[in-house]
């Protein structure tokens, strides 16, 4: 059996301590002969600045290009306030998504029955939710050149962010979105503002185009990107696949990770383009949660969108479909059990540590299999 290749970039804040139960549920996967996972690590960050002056070193980007899967923490803390723009943590992530070509983020909002009653929205509203946004992550305003602050000299600043879309950007999320939808409930909503943005008109044009032409049999409808906000949280389960540009997806991802009960839930997948040579595509795995600073070190944070993540990892990137399941089907017995780590805790449950919580999934995993 050949060894699948992970990177694992931890970065700042929780990132250390919820991926330590990811390389726990890896530990025990290669013990039990499920699979052979070969690990690197490396620095990404805020604690890469700290050691190398910048968010991600050289080094790193070459590994993660040779990596067959990038599991990745989370990045960023108000220590690195102060940082130069360009080296600020975020900047380590930006990298890694637009130099691998990282073009399709997948973000599942996926209500697990036991934590309705962890969500700010009634139970009615988020029970049995299962929806995806799919945010395009290498374009628009988080990459569009000019991007600036100029003196204009009169004691007034100008600053520019340029919102840019090609054809083919949109074409391709686009596809991403009807071919997830067939494997799903068949249902995409397409999202833009084009009753204000040039983006928005040709995004809604494009998206047309690709259902008339290739994926006809899937439903499809347009929302401006504003009333999608407001339709989540009024009715969520009208969704399918949401599909979205770089900016409303980052927004409207963290609406909907909140429908589930807690941001400390949600996994993430980021994927590039298949090579069509050897069928294998770039691939980063990564929570939609952020480094948290304000719980960091005191291992209370919830490891399971970190967990989940890997389990997607096994899904999407390494045709590992069935211990995919087992990952999740752990999860969700974990929970069945009453256990909760501090941010989705309810009446009537047991408050548990990150270790503990990594623990419980990993003996789930164990009695799942056997
Ligand atoms: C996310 C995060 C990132 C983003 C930050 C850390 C750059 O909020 O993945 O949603 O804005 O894309
Ligand atoms: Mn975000």
Not at 165 to 172: G, M
Not at 210 to 219: A, C, T, Y
Request: aromatic share 6%.
């Amino acid at each position: 059996m050949a060894a699948h290749k992970l990177l694992l970039l931890p970065g700042d804040g929780i990132g250390p301590e919820v991926m330590a139960e990811v390389k726990r549920v890896i530990d025990f996967m290669n013990d039990r002969g499920f699979a052979q996972f070969a690990i690197e690590e490396a620095l990404v960050g805020g604690c890469c600045y700290d050691a190398y002056g910048v968010a991600i070193t050289e080094d790193t980007m070459a590994n993660a290009k040779a990596a067959d899967v990038i599991l990745f923490g989370a990045v960023g803390g108000p220590k690195w306030d102060g940082v130069p723009y360009d080296q600020r943590p975020e900047a380590g992530l930006l990298r890694l998504r637009k130099e691998l070509g990282l073009f399709a983020n997948i973000r599942p909002a996926v209500c697990y029955p036991a934590l309705a009653d962890s969500s700010s929205l009634k139970r009615e509203v988020v029970e049995g939710l299962d929806i995806i946004i799919l945010r395009e992550l290498t374009g628009g305003v988080y990459f569009g050149e000019p991007k600036t602050i100029t003196d204009l000299g009169n004691g007034q600043k100008r600053a520019v962010d340029t919102q840019v879309y090609d054809t083919y950007e949109i074409e391709r999320i686009a596809r991403v979105g009807f071919e997830l939808a067939r494997k799903r409930r068949n249902k995409v909503t397409s999202t833009e503002k084009r009753n204000v943005m040039k983006t928005g008109v040709l995004w809604n044009e494009v998206v047309a185009q690709v259902h008339r032409r290739e994926f006809p049999d899937v439903q499809l409808e347009h929302q401006l990107a504003d009333a999608c906000g407001m339709q989540l949280v009024r009715w969520p389960k009208q969704f399918d696949v949401i599909v979205c540009d770089n900016l409303f997806g980052d927004m409207l991802s963290d609406v909907a990770a909140m429908l589930t009960g807690s941001l400390g839930m949600l996994p993430s997948a980021s994927l590039g383009e298949v090579d069509p040579k050897t069928a294998k595509n770039r691939a980063l795995f990564e929570p939609v949660h952020g480094s948290a600073p304000d719980i960091a070190g005191k291992g209370v944070a919830n490891p399971i969108a970190m967990i989940a993540s890997f389990g997607m990892a096994l899904r999407y990137s390494l045709g590992m479909g069935r211990e995919a399941d087992l990952v999740d089907q752990a999860i969700a017995a974990a929970l069945a059990k009453g256990l909760r780590t501090a941010d989705i805790k309810s009446d009537g449950t047991t408050v548990i540590g990150t270790a503990e919580m990594g623990t419980t999934i990993i003996g789930e995993m164990e009695r799942l299999a056997t």
